[in-house]
């Protein structure tokens, strides 16, 4: 079943602290519930080609994918695509909008096998809503950020707190 969804959205915080959640498969936890795992497949640093072992939650079914880092332009534009059940190809494109910034997240995929069962059947306005609230939470994730900055006496621009670590290859 094709789904292709687009959410336009604006977070009040800078480009760099918001686009290092979207580049970063392993935070991504912190904000959108149903990623529930995340483990680089590929050694060294991330690249375009990187792949990641993944796993989403979806009602109390889990469903595994591989997730591919296609394509990288740091703080602009960085593309996903995830292996079957999704199928799917996610754009996330972020430009400065007045001290924060604004985010075009396209998702389009051919969802298979028994996720098409559990998610196929969704209105276009209902998907958007579900993941629209993923960037309400990555709002909330920043802003607990820079209120505990602030309480310890750090910059706002301090970097993302990464809750994970990347595996061992």
């Known amino acids: ?17 918001v686009f290092a959640y979207l580049v970063d498969p392993l935070s991504w936890r912190e904000f959108a519930p149903a990623c529930i795992y995340r483990r680089q497949i590929d050694g060294g640093p991330p690249v375009v080609g990187t792949r990641w072992e993944s796993i989403d939650m979806i009602g109390p079914f889990p469903f595994r994918f591989v997730d591919t880092l296609a394509e990288l332009e740091p703080n602009r534009r960085v593309v996903w695509l995830s292996s079957a059940p999704w199928n799917a190809r996610v754009e996330y494109a972020c430009e400065p909008d007045a001290g924060g910034t604004r985010i075009r997240a396209s998702y389009e995929g051919d969802i298979s096998g028994p996720l098409r069962f559990l998610v196929g059947w969704l209105p276009n306005a209902a998907t958007h809503w579900i993941l629209a609230q993923d960037f309400r939470r990555l709002r909330r994730v920043l802003a607990r950020q820079e209120r505990e900055a602030a309480r310890v006496g750090g910059a706002r621009d301090a970097a993302p707190i990464r809750l994970t670590e990347r595996a061992e290859s």
Request: net charge neutral.
């Open 1 to 17: 079943m094709w789904r292709q969804v687009e959410v336009n959205t604006r977070i009040d915080h800078p480009l760099e602290r």
